[in-house]
């Protein structure tokens, strides 16, 4: 099964390419994603990311049930190495 970790949009910008790249912060470790899928986002929303893409705007209690269910699971520090 595939899992989509929610995050919060912190940055945008366009790659050389002119693709809508965004930093995310995943409960404070931040990674490089692809907005290209979710073009109406803006810094400060929360987005569903899966390997990469953001594939989904979610709200901010959605996103914040789904970190404390991974919290639960002790799944957030395979976040670290990803």
């Not at 995050?7 to 995943?26: A, R, Y």
């Amino acid at each position: 099964m595939c899992l989509g970790v929610p995050g919060k949009v912190v940055q945008i910008q366009n790659d050389p390419s002119g693709l809508m790249m965004g930093k995310v912060s995943f409960g404070g470790i931040a990674k490089e994603i692809c907005l290209a899928y979710t073009p109406e986002v803006q810094v400060g929303d929360y987005v569903i990311v899966h390997v990469g893409f953001a594939l989904n705007k979610i709200d901010e209690d959605e996103a914040m049930q789904v970190f404390e269910y991974l919290r639960q699971m002790n799944e957030l520090a395979e976040l670290e190495t990803a």
